[in-house]
């Protein structure tokens, strides 16, 4: 079975403070995509990262980044130096290939609220 | 300028009526989704579709169900059959289904559903 925990149901922050979104999963494929979303108030998804199983590297992006470790099934996403536009909920989500499906497993996500 | 659009953004359903969510996208992609979302529960898979005049269930079809007569249309209808329709709905669609497939889904602005 696959899933996707992420532990901290909401997180508030003072702007320009760092914050880390905690993202663990469970799968039993050796090739599957991490993928993390933002939703605003607003409601749409936004697509903001994805990783395949094989490539470990950290990434960064602006005052993003993402430190994906196998050894301990985990794909944290760190905002740095906080803004009040960051304040959304953040899902983590899991495709895996279970069958001839490839279904995109989501957790219950993280509403981040940054305060001024 | 390419994207999903879903219609209307507010819904209200009468006791024992079927309503249906509109979901249209010129992103020109084969596969399309609904998900379910509930406050604290994250998103929940309802249907999918790989192709044109193909569609399978979800996590949670029971109450629901779809047509996929083109490629771009996704059209979600909410039975009286289902008695729990209260949700924010979002649509996805992604460009490539097989095996491997890693490309993010990308979303609409959401239907909110609920009951009279």
């Known amino acids: 079975a696959q899933k996707v925990t992420q532990a901290q149901t909401e997180i508030s922050v003072v702007e320009k403070e760092d914050v880390t979104l905690d993202c663990v999963y469970e799968?039993?494929?050796?090739?599957?995509?991490l993928f993390w979303y933002k939703q605003p108030p607003s409601g749409e998804l936004v697509f903001l990262i994805r990783r395949n199983s094989f490539d470990e590297q950290n990434e960064i992006s602006g005052r993003y980044s993402w430190n994906f470790q196998k050894s301990t099934s985990s794909f944290n996403f760190t905002i740095t130096a906080s803004q009040v536009v960051d304040s959304a909920v953040y899902f983590c989500a899991l495709r895996w290939s279970g069958g001839s499906n490839y279904k995109l497993t989501f957790g219950k996500g993280t509403l981040l609220t940054v305060n001024p | 300028d390419g994207g999903i659009t879903q219609s209307p953004k507010y819904l209200f359903r009468k006791e024992g009526q079927n309503v249906t969510l509109s979901c249209e996208q010129n992103l020109n992609h084969d596969a399309m989704y609904w998900y379910r979302q509930d406050p604290g529960q994250g998103l929940r898979l309802i249907y999918y579709s790989q192709i044109v005049n193909d569609f399978q269930k979800g996590d949670i079809a029971e109450g629901y169900s779809v047509s996929r007569e083109k490629k771009e249309s996704f059209p979600l209808t909410v039975t009286s059959a289902q008695k729990n329709p209260t949700a924010f709905y979002l649509c996805?669609?992604?460009?490539?289904?097989?095996?491997?497939?890693?490309?993010?889904?990308?979303f609409g602005d959401g239907t909110r559903l609920s009951i009279l």
């Open positions: 996805a669609s992604s460009d490539q289904w097989g095996q491997l497939s890693n490309q993010p889904q990308h």
């Open positions: 799968t039993r494929d050796t090739t599957y995509y």
